[in-house]
């Protein structure tokens, strides 16, 4: 049998963060942890907007215990302030969902001078994991799950020009961050490992979702407007926000996922489907390229995370399934 929401186990007693909770695929996620009875901090940019997501979901489950949280990724003074905020609420956390994310932007830069793309998806993760890291090592169970993307396939570090700053483009841009995401997330497997915590560090994908990202964002973003043309038959070819949802889910629930895994729907080349081992590109398997990016992300946002560097060879897995 597939694995779907009814297999999501008992979440009583634990504390999830999402990011990026009011919208897609992170709201979808927040619902399904909440209705099995776990405490979500939604960490969104918008007051508003969660408020509304809050009461969507309690709409459904009005027993939801849903906290708000402040939070935006595009700039490092937010995250410090979000992060110690959970320390000084809950000083403990058993699940960090990456999940947030913007995709195909105008050329542009963060407050702190990072190109948006990279800033947000990939910088602003990278420091909110490693100031509440911490607080999760000791937590049998506790879990970091990031969502990567398809797109981190055509992905590259360019590490003399992080920014993008000689020649941008959005695409790029994207494929970038995405690549980041997935190099992290096994990074910090890796790290993990060295340090002996009890967390787990995992990745996924949601293949093709109808989500605000792919609809509204593509007519947003598209030259002339032509994604209006294409929005109609999104709804045909993409999954719906529910199914886009399961491989976070299934990342941060299951048993059967392995330390530093990678998952996403497996049909139709992982567009769509139910949850499973996704592919990973060997440019994202490359070791070196993952500590390198581990330290410019260190040396851009300047937090250093309190884990150790793995020796050399030393892994509780790789991705590659
Ligand atoms: N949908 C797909 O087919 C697809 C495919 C591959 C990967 N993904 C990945 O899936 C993740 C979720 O995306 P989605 O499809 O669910 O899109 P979505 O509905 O647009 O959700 C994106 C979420 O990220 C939030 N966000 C954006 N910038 C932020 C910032 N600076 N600080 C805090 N939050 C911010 C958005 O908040 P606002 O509402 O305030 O903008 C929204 O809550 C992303 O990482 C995306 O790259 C999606």
Redo the contacts with the bound molecule.
Sequence with gaps: MNWNITNIPSQQGRTVLV????????REAAQALAANGAHVIM????RE?ADKAMVHIRKRWPKAELEFLE????RQQSVHEAARQVRERHGKLDLLIN?????WVEKSLTEDGFETQFG??HL?HFTLAALLIDTMMNLPGSRVVT?????HRAGRIQFDDPNLAREYGRHRAYAQS?VANLLFALELQRRLFAADAQTLSVAC??????????GP?LVRQSPLRLGALVRPFMALI?QN?RS?ALPTLYAATSDAVRPGGYYGPQWLGEFMGPPGPAQVSGYARNEEVAARLWRLSESLTGVTSPLPEPQSGEQAGTAAE
């Design positions: 990011t990026g909770a009011n919208s897609g695929i992170g960490a969104c940019r918008s907007k939070l935006d990724l595009a999940n947030a994310g913007v995709m947000t998806n602003g969502v990567s993307s398809l797109a995405k994908h949601p293949g093709l979702s109808n989500t605000n990202l792919i964002g993409a926000e886009g």
